[in-house]
């Protein structure tokens, strides 16, 4: 098994991310990925972009329940 990025990385991400990226974030290796990619079977939406895959970061980060501040509304503090 692969090991598992942290929340720190995950968060670091750019918008999307290849397969094998997107397999760290759970923990699954390069050949599981793919293998899951093409049953359907991976952890998030994949994306098929030609003959590639890609994931989103907010797709990963929503499965492991992981908030994005990136999406969150920015709060105003009242005076």
């Known amino acids: 098994m ?6 720190k990385e995950l968060l670091a991400l750019p918008a999307t991310v290849d397969l094998p990226t ?19 079977q991976f952890p998030c939406r994949v994306l098929r972009v030609g003959n590639t895959y890609r994931v989103g970061r907010a ?15 920015a709060i105003e503090i009242a005076s």
């Open 2 to 7: 692969a090991q598992a990025l942290t929340t």
């Open 22 to 40: 997107a397999g760290k974030a759970f923990g699954i290796g390069r050949t599981k990925s793919h293998e899951l990619a093409r049953k359907g």
């Open 59 to 73: 797709d990963i980060l929503r499965c492991l329940n992981i908030d994005d501040p990136a999406l969150s509304p």
